[in-house]
């Protein structure tokens, strides 16, 4: 992999294309029916009502954001807190999305959030009312949306460390940033154990309290999904739909960079994934058996037939597929089976924060207004936007070349040689912890051909 | 005499007017009974609501308008309390009609919902509402087993949870619930939540003819300030069927069993680095 070939030349590749310019234009929709949100308000710009006080706001955005940005503590466990070498590719464009999801997270809460203004108040100790599971839910994002941001702080560093150009005047300060970006590094190595085991716990945490949040519901909850095991399955899930989620983006961020694809770490992911999904599956059954209610998927009603969907969809399709070695060596196989989970995750988020819930009210009815699904579509454009922009101009996913790396070729005068990644200074990574210094290359090559081999 | 058993016993459970110092609301836990087979679904209490809590209104006469029971209505930013007719003249002879508000729960899942406090189940039973602390988020309307809870959808800038607050301002200063003190046929009963609930089961034993043998809210959902007596089963005139546990008992269990004392994540960092330490050793072997 140290050599791995580049398969464009040595520019990288345009921010701008056809398929960008209309992301950009579905993110500029969402930028403007946002302004109409907080311009008219909520009554203006959604169709809530006292029936219905969550909608895909707090439903799409919220639910299953948190739950879709599981790929960044998932695969962080295994890199980082098993060692587990091989997967260090994956881990930092995990840990983007991870950012990036928890950002657009917090945006789509504040945005849902009638006295957004009074956001703050959270972090008012004498405000804290722990008995509130949103009160656990909150702080705990608040926490890990920090800890996600120190991770990528040494990606940040390993960027601008040699490389500091402050404009005009300010180029005096370029010899300071510098050694003030170095001495952080070189801290931030030394203590990063520490944020990357907070992010998996505080990430156990708020992933299991997001399913405890909808148990208060009571008998609004259908009783195909309503339990006091909700925080258990929301755990297992967000572990299942981790690498899924990681493998689905990894596919497509290499399509569209037009890098080969990493099939051997994703095959590798994906063999993991169907253990997962047993699990959930296994405490989902017995969920049922327990509380008495497993008649109730013969019915042949929605509910039943909804919930039999997402077991057949998300999580029997994908554990067959994954559990054959021949099809976990496919590409379009393992796109397909990574988007079964996230489908079947979405459907069940979806299914316990909006279908699922019926107020009491049987003639209420609630379809997301025009401007709340632009907003939400909008939300998610953006974070691919950020996405990109990142990940082309920071040391983010291997193999990438990205420009500043062309500019220094240019200024030490050697513009034929394409520089990629992996040869990056090892002054970045004085500690080794968290970073992978050339040498660990190698063992990352053995262990995926041990990997794929087994 | 009916009439003259709940008269007496609001103005017993009167701290003003009482001799007895039991009936303290600083301590009292207090409490209305709804009889809804003396209500006449006049109205007159969703105007008085409106005037005690400044919400815009229609004269006195306007709520005289029948047409409203055409639909079954909940309460709203503008009428905090209102009357249903779920059982109409033509299906059974006499109509029924029933009062809503939020019912005040005992363990109030609203309460054990709201992340900033903004819910508070006050000493008298009252749960009432601080804007000052409100974000907005709504959970405590997802949280509610009555579904009572209105929001000002319309307010772009400080939208409110609106609610009854059992006219908490009035009783401190003597007065009766707004809608207790104008009703015509006094068909509501304010006092103390135990003494009510007594009262409601002689009434039961009094007249078994006249009420089925059950006081909604007395368990329901863990109990509430509010209570109702009827002549028929409460699931036709469209109550919710509610366990005798709260809602809120279940999630705080889960919530302080996991996080009791912090045991279980200090266990899981325990954990996570003993693993992290485990294989940063054998990744260098």
């Known amino acids: 992999m140290t050599t791995m070939p580049i398969h464009h030349n040595s520019n990288s590749p345009k921010y701008f294309t056809p398929g960008v310019w209309i992301v950009t234009a579905v993110a500029a929709v969402g930028g403007l029916c946002l302004l109409y949100r907080f311009t008219f308000g909520l009554g203006a710009a959604t169709n809530l009502s006292d029936a219905y006080p969550w909608g895909i706001w707090i439903g799409i955005d919220v639910a299953c954001g948190v739950a ?29 999305t991870a950012a990036i999801g928890y950002t657009f997270v917090a ?50 560093c390993e960027r601008f460390i040699g490389r500091v150009r402050l404009p005009g ?22 203590v990063m154990t520490v944020f990357v085991i907070l992010g998996v716990l505080l990430s156990c945490m708020h992933q299991s309290s997001l399913g405890t949040l909808m148990v208060i519901t009571g008998d609004k909850l259908h009783p195909l999904w309503q339990s006091p095991y909700l925080p258990l399955m929301f755990l297992l899930s967000a572990f299942a739909v981790g690498y899924p989620m990681v493998i689905f983006e990894s596919i497509i961020a290499h399509r569209s960079l037009r890098l080969r694809i990493e099939t051997r770490v994703l095959s590798m992911l994906a063999r993991l994934t169907p253990i997962i999904l047993g699990l959930y599956l296994v405490v989902k059954v017995l969920d049922l058996v327990r509380r008495g209610v497993a008649p109730l998927l013969l019915e042949n009603s929605p509910a039943s037939n909804l919930f039999l ?44 924060f909006l279908i699922a819930y019926s107020p009491l009210d049987l003639t209420a009815s609630y379809t997301p207004a025009w401007t709340e699904i632009a907003v939400t579509t909008g939300f998610i454009a953006m974070t691919v936007l950020i996405y990109r922009f990142v990940v082309l101009n920071f040391p983010v996913i291997e193999g990438l070349a990205v420009p500043y790396r062309n500019r220094e070729q240019h200024d030490a005068g050697t513009p034929n040689r394409t520089r990629v990644l992996n040869d990056r200074l090892p002054t970045a990574s004085p500690n080794g912890d968290l970073v992978r210094p050339s040498h660990e290359t190698n063992r990352i090559d053995r262990a995926v051909a041990q990997g794929a081999a087994s | 005499m009916k009439f003259t058993g709940a008269a007496m016993l609001s103005l ?8 007895h110092g039991h009936t303290d609301p600083n301590t009292a836990r207090m409490g209305v009974l709804v009889d809804l087979t003396e209500c006449i679904g006049c109205r007159r209490c969703e105007f008085a609501c409106a005037e005690a809590n400044g919400n815009p209104h229609d004269p006195i006469e306007s709520y005289d308008d029948q047409s409203v029971f ?130 409601a089961h002689e009434r039961i034993a009094e007249h078994p003819d006249r009420y089925i043998d ?12 509010w209570l109702y007596l009827a002549d028929r089963p409460f699931s036709e005139l469209g109550f919710p069927t509610l366990g005798p546990r709260s809602s809120a008992e279940v999630t705080e269990a889960i919530q302080h069993g996991i996080f009791q004392g912090f045991a279980a994540p200090l266990a899981l960092f325990g954990v996570m680095a003993g693993l992290n330490f485990l294989t940063k050793r054998g990744s260098h072997s």
């Open chain 2, 70 to 199: 055409a639909e079954t209505r909940r309460p709203t930013p503008g009428s905090l309390s209102v009357v249903n007719r779920p059982v109409n003249a033509a299906s059974d002879g006499t109509p029924v009609h029933v009062k809503i508000q939020c019912m005040h729960c005992e363990h109030a899942p609203c309460v054990s919902a709201c992340l900033v406090g903004a819910m508070q189940k006050n000493p008298d039973g009252a749960v009432t509402y601080d804007a000052s602390r409100c974000i907005g988020c709504r959970y405590c309307m997802v949280a509610c087993p009555f579904e009572r809870l209105s929001y000002e959808y319309d307010a772009a800038l400080a939208p409110r949870i609106r609610k009854c607050e059992l006219c908490r301002d009035r009783t401190a200063n003597g007065k009766l619930p707004a809608c207790v003190e104008i009703c015509p046929v006094e068909a509501l009963t304010y006092g103390e939540r135990d003494q009510l609930i007594r009262y």
């Open chain 1, 68 to 96: 879709l940005a599981a790929g960044g503590f998932t695969s962080a466990f295994l890199a980082h807190l098993l060692h587990r070498d091989a997967y260090h590719a994956v881990v930092r464009p995990a840990l983007l």
């Open chain 2, 12 to 19: 017993a459970a009167l701290p003003a007017s009482s001799g």
């Open chain 1, 169 to 190: 005047l300010l180029g005096v300060l370029n010899r300071p940033v510098d050694r003030v970006l170095r001495a952080l590094d070189s801290t931030l190595a030394r």
């Open chain 2, 214 to 225: 059950h006081v909604y809210g007395e368990t329901e959902g863990g109990g509430t300030s």
């Open chain 1, 107 to 156: 945006l789509g809460v504040m945005t849902d959030l009638g006295r957004f203004w009074a956001m703050w108040h959270v972090m008012l100790p004498w405000m804290w009312q722990p008995n509130s599971v949103l009160f656990e839910v909150a702080l705990c994002v608040m926490c890990y949306l920090t800890v996600l941001y120190i991770e990528f702080l040494p990606i940040a």
């Open chain 1, 309 to 352: 969907a997402e077991v057949t969809l998300g999580v029997l399709a994908p554990m067959l597929i994954f559990s054959v070695p021949r099809l976990r060596r496919s590409i379009p196989w393992l796109f397909t089976g990574a988007s079964l989970v996230i489908l079947g995750v979405v459907m069940n988020r979806l299914n316990v």
